[in-house]
Structure formats: C-alpha cells, structure tokens
C-alpha cells in the first residue's frame, strides 16, 4: 500500500468520484473523505470537517495522524457561482462576493495544507493537489471578467507555490500541485456549460480518472505548477 489519502470534499460531484476512484483502485488505505455532513462513499472513512472551521480541520488532520501517513491529499472544493454570479464587468464587483471566493478558493486550501502537509512522509513520494483552473492563469488570460473567481484561483496558486518551496526543505520527495479538471458535469458548472466544445464537458468519473493519472505522474521537479486534465502545465 501507499499509505492513505485523503479528499477534502468528498461529497462534491468531482469529489466523490475521486473518492470512489481511490477506493476501487485500492492502493490507498485508507481512504478518508472529509467534508460538512460525514458522509462517505462505501469503502471509504468519513470525516467531518468545514472548510472555513480551522479548528474542524485541526480535528480532522489529528484523526489521519493517528493512521498510515498519508501520500495523497487532494483538495477538492471550490465555489464558483452558489449566491453569485460572476462579474462581467467592473461595475458588477462587490466585496462580499470576492471575500467569499477568497474563504472557500483560496484561504480554505490553505488551512488545509497547514495541517495536512506536515502529515505527509518524508522518505518517500508523496503528493498534496488542490483543484485550481485554467481562469486562474495571469498569462493565459485574455478575456477578463470572472473577477472573484479568477483572482480568488490566482491566489490559490501563488499559495501552491509557496507551499512547494517550503515544502521541499523538508520533504524533498514531495509534490505541491494545482490541478485543472476541465469543464466537469457538476452543479458548479451547471450554468456555464451551453458554450463548451463537444466532447469537452467530462462526467465527473472520467475527470477523476484523469486527474489522479496527472498526480501519479507528477514529480518534484513539477511541483508548485499547476497542471490542466491531460498534464499539460497551465502558463503562471
């Protein structure tokens, strides 16, 4: 075995299918799917914890200390709309709505990572992966608006970054990567789905199935970038 690994919100869409993926696959034991309501997919150990509760993830993190040392961490939350739609214009910005991607995108993975992260092996691989997106790429961006979402997943990765680097002093061995899963059929892409290219929107058991073939292939050498579903690198 390869130690556990662990799925922060593991009842989303993407979520419980990376989940289930893990647990069919069988080289992670065990599984533990954390998210709000406890609930997990059979096979897999539940652990309640929120996103925005440092203490819960505290809590959470204690319970997988006390088991195999995890090898695999994937952070598997996000927000998009949910309350708010994304701005087309500057005149549409408002504070609450960029706070409120900020907490769940970006503040939310983090604390994740500070509690996570010293968890993991230092003699061996280990990868620790949040789910970033392609609108969160600086260079890549040409068409603007989405202001919350992209700067909350901009910010994501510059905490990936950090990570990595910090990272790499003590666990040489270890990977800090965001991963890119695509337009995936759940509901926070549900409104946004009329426009994408046939073949280009991935049920979410096909877009599990190729992020966790990404995160095994990733290296050392890749960590602190941000890789899309088919392993290509998405530009800083």
Request: hydrophobic content about 45%.
């Amino acid at each position: 075995m390869n130690g556990s690994a662990v799925v922060i919100g593991a009842t989303g869409g993407l979520g419980r299918a990376l989940t289930q993926r893990l647990v069919a696959e069988g080289a992670f034991d065990p599984v533990w799917a954390v998210s709000r309501s406890a609930t997990a997919a059979p096979g897999a150990q539940a652990l309640a914890a929120d996103l925005e509760d440092e203490a819960g993830l505290a809590q959470a993190a204690a319970r997988v200390a006390q088991g195999p040392a995890p090898t695999l961490v994937l952070v598997a939350t996000g927000v998009l709309h949910d309350g708010f739609q994304p701005e087309r214009s500057l005149r549409q910005l408002e504070a609450e709505h960029l706070l409120r991607d900020y907490r769940i995108n970006t503040v939310g993975p983090a604390l994740v990572a500070k509690h996570l992260l010293p968890l993991l092996p230092r003699d061996r691989r280990a990868v620790f992966a949040a789910l970033s997106a392609r609108v969160g790429s600086i260079g890549d961006n040409r068409l603007g608006g989405w202001y919350a979402y992209r700067a909350s997943k901009a910010a994501l990765n510059m905490i990936l970054r950090n990570l990595a680097i910090e990272t790499a002093r003590t666990h040489p061995l270890a990977v800090v990567a965001g991963l890119h899963p695509g337009t995936v059929d759940t509901g926070l892409s549900a409104p946004f789905q009329k426009g994408v290219g046939e073949g280009r929107l991935f049920s979410p058991d096909h877009s599990a199935e190729r992020l966790l073939a990404v995160a095994a292939g990733l290296t050392p050498g890749d960590s602190g970038g941000v890789f899309a579903w088919d392993g290509a690198r998405i530009p800083e």
